[in-house]
Every structure is written in structure tokens, then in C-alpha cells.
């Protein structure tokens, strides 16, 4: 072994601490845009999760089922059944069960066939309803006009029976 040399050991150089980096002014900036960004995003998002559902509430609204008079359910029964002919919207209208809709079936069928043989349009129109209740029944008197093209225009007396079934709807149509 060698006996041990000494060791020059260097000289340490004395250590200074830089001030610490100053945050640049620009990313302070980013940071505040994005912030700003994140909000404003958030209550965008808000705002339209509110009119979604404002808009939803608006429509149902307007295209709920009106059922709670007896005069505007056979008004509707009338514009289903005899203007639009749409045998869902009818069933909206018409009786759950016991329902006879013979007359106003014949009568509707009668304005199909002329309609075919004449090429025409026969329009439909009711008069003014006249409602009698009593309880869960009743009954809705009207008068129909059928015209064709304004000139010819025939009318009659209809009489509806309708009941309250959770709303009221209509059971059956008579002539006269």
C-alpha cells in the first residue's frame, strides 16, 4: 500500500441563489384566457340545456291533447275525422270502447266517392256547437257545412254523444 497522497481537493466556488424566475407575463395571460374560456363555455352550456328544455316544456304544451270541454273534443273529432282524415288522430278523440260511428262513416264515404267522381274538393266546416252535460255525458249539437268551391253549400244538423273517459271524447254521431 501506498501511503495516500493528499488530496487536493477544488476549491468550492461560493454558491449564489439567483433571484427566482419571474412568471412571464404571457402565460399569466394564457392562463387568465383559458379561465375565461372555461366560464364562458360552462355558461354557454347552461344557457342551452336551459332553452332545450324550455323549448321542450313550449312544445308539449302546444300539442298537448285538449280534452277537457266537450265542444273543442268534437271540433277536433270533426277536423280529424271529416277535413284531415287521420284515423290516428280520430282515435285521439273518439270513445275507448262502445263507440258507433256508422252515420258519419257513411257520410264521410259519400264525400270521398263524389269527391273521386267529380274531381273535386268537398270542404267541411262547422257551425256552432251547442253543448249539453250532464255528469261524465252529454251531448254536442253542430252543423256542417259541405262546400265546393264556394259556390254550392249544403248543411246539417249532426248531434254528438260524448262521455268523460279520463277527458271527454266522443262515442257516437248522429244526423239530425
Not at 291533447?65 to 290516428?88: C, G, H, M, Q, W
Not at 244538423?157 to 257516437?172: E, K
Amino acid at each position: 500500500m501506498r501511503p495516500s497522497e493528499p488530496v487536493d481537493e477544488p476549491e468550492s466556488e461560493p454558491v449564489t441563489i439567483a433571484p427566482s424566475p419571474r412568471r412571464r407575463t404571457g402565460a399569466l395571460q394564457n392562463r387568465r384566457v383559458r379561465l375565461a374560456l372555461a366560464l364562458g363555455s360552462g355558461i354557454l352550456a347552461l344557457l342551452c340545456l336551459g332553452g332545450i328544455g324550455l323549448f321542450v316544456t313550449l312544445y308539449d304544451k302546444a300539442t298537448e291533447i285538449k280534452r277537457t270541454a266537450p265542444d273543442a273534443v268534437v271540433d277536433s273529432f270533426i277536423r280529424a275525422y271529416l277535413v284531415d282524415r287521420d284515423e290516428n288522430q280520430v282515435a285521439l278523440y273518439a270513445c275507448k270502447s262502445g263507440a258507433d260511428f256508422a252515420e258519419i262513416a257513411a257520410f264521410r264515404a259519400d264525400l270521398i266517392a263524389r269527391e273521386a267522381k267529380y274531381s273535386v274538393t268537398i270542404n267541411v266546416t262547422s257551425g256552432k256547437l251547442v253543448v249539453a252535460t250532464a255528469g261524465d255525458q252529454g251531448t254536442v249539437q253542430v252543423e256542417l257545412t259541405r262546400s265546393i268551391d264556394d259556390s254550392e253549400h249544403l248543411t246539417d244538423s249532426w248531434t254528438f254523444r260524448v262521455v268523460d273517459q279520463d277527458g271527454w271524447r266522443v262515442c257516437s254521431a248522429t244526423k239530425g
